[in-house]
């Protein structure tokens, strides 16, 4: 993709990966693709905020060159180490070698872990200013958002804040921003962006957004480092972020399970009738049948999960005990939950169920139900009622 001319004298000069299917180390699934945003600034210093992933480097280099020749800039700014946002920056460092590389004391250290640059560096914090002629930069340390490294910029004559990770989504567009694409899925890629990155760092996020609404300082774009800038209604993502950082969720219900020969997917599916026939919205998901992303991005939002699993040598079936770890470390609040499952020899899975979700923060809100064998008539018709049963639990908590 060319540069995008963003305001004048600042331009888009990132790149598009439309193939990528997978971040992260495979815990992510980016099934829209996903874009590493730079910005150009020309002014009397030219400055260079955020480069893109290592391979896409001379993409955004030739996009540079379309509105200055590498060699002139003065600043790289790095609001963040993490190689999707810094590989490309030894290859521009070796036209600009003279450049100031800009971050906090945390990036400077993982830069040079990285790359062993020999570059000159400037260490920010909060309230540090450039000068970069017309334009001034700021500078807001974010640490765990979502790295300790991580800072936001702010440029006050055009009340554009580039907040590298916060407020991006993982979509490859020909389009660079929020009034040119379909806004549902733009705005279910940035929950999806934030439940599965952001959720556990919800308090952080929360209090870093309070700091900047207290310094009352205008913001009319915001362009991150992932996806699509916001420029008609920057508020609409930041209100959704403060509805996520609280935990706000609605009366509703996932459902995740897995099964070995069907009889726990019987047990779901009654339940999950159960749970609508109250009223109550649900997403039913088989763990295998479903990326993990999608589900995140469901349970986000829900106040009730119920999970369920075919015990096999008394404890969990393996996807769905990798789902519940991941679970886990996001820490949701404000969620009730309980379990079921199918077994044959013996049980073991409801109860390893429970223990996870007790680790992760989720309130165990009934006891669960299980099934041996296949259920029969009568075992379906309980599964029914369970789903029912904490529907209506959910709609007096929700």
Same mark, same amino acid.
């Given at each position: ?17 439309w ?21 150009l ?13 290592g ?17 002139k ?47 000159d ?23 765990m ?39 549902p ?57 403060? !509805?996520?950082?609280? &935990?706000?969720?609605?009366?509703? #219900?996932?459902?995740?399970? %897995?099964?070995?020969? @069907?009889?726990?997917? $019987? ?6 009738e ?25 349970m986000?939002?829900?106040k009730?999960?119920i999970?369920?699993? !075919?015990?096999?040598? &008394?404890?969990?079936?393996?996807? #769905?005990?990798?789902?519940? %770890?991941f679970?886990? @470390?996001?820490?949701? $609040?404000?969620?009730?939950g ?22 992760a ?38």
């Amino acid at each position: 993709m060319s540069a995008v001319k963003i305001l004048e004298g600042i331009y888009w000069v990132g790149a598009v990966d439309w193939n990528i299917r997978n971040f992260h180390g495979h815990t992510y699934t980016t099934s829209r693709g996903t874009t590493y945003n730079a910005y150009l600034i020309v002014d009397e210093k030219i400055t260079l905020i955020d480069t893109v992933y290592g391979p896409f480097a001379q993409e955004m280099i030739e996009n540079i060159r379309q509105i200055v020749p590498p060699e002139k800039i003065d600043y790289i700014v790095a609001n963040h180490v993490e190689m999707d946002h810094s590989g490309a920056l030894p290859e521009i460092m070796k036209l600009c070698p003279k450049a100031k590389v800009i971050g906090t004391s945390k990036c400077k250290e993982g830069l040079y872990r990285y790359y062993y640059g020999d570059w000159d560096f400037q260490v920010v914090k909060t309230g540090d200013k450039l000068k970069l002629g017309r334009r001034t930069l700021t500078f807001l340390e974010a640490p765990m958002l979502h790295w300790p490294d991580s800072m936001f910029t702010y440029i006050a004559e055009d009340a554009l804040l580039l907040p590298n990770d916060a407020f991006g989504q993982h979509y490859a567009s020909s389009e660079r921003f929020d009034d040119e694409v379909d806004a549902p899925s733009l705005m279910e890629e940035s929950a999806k962006y934030y439940g599965n990155i952001l959720w556990p760092l919800s308090a952080l996020v929360l209090r870093k957004i309070e700091e900047v609404q207290k310094m009352g300082i205008p913001i009319k774009i915001i362009a991150p480092s992932h996806g699509i800038i916001w420029r008609k209604d920057p508020m609409k993502i930041v209100n959704a972020y403060v !509805s996520w950082a609280k &935990n706000e969720v609605k009366p509703k #219900i996932v459902i995740v399970y %897995e099964t070995m020969w @069907g009889s726990t997917e $019987k047990m779901a599916k009654k339940i999950a009738e159960g749970v609508a026939d109250s009223g109550v919205s649900v997403k039913l998901f088989d763990v295998n049948q479903t990326d993990r992303t999608t589900v995140i991005k469901e349970m986000l939002d829900a106040k009730g999960y119920i999970i369920g699993s !075919s015990t096999h040598d &008394n404890d969990l079936l393996i996807n #769905i005990a990798g789902f519940l %770890e991941f679970l886990k @470390g996001l820490r949701p $609040k404000n969620r009730i939950g309980c379990s079921f499952g199918s077994y044959g020899w013996a049980g073991g899975a409801t109860g390893s169920i429970e223990g996870y979700l007790k680790k992760a923060g989720v309130e165990i809100a009934q006891q669960a139900i299980v099934a041996r064998f296949a259920p029969d008539k009568d075992e379906l018709k309980k599964c029914y009622e369970y789903g029912k049963s904490f529907a209506d639990i959910v709609k007096k908590k929700g």
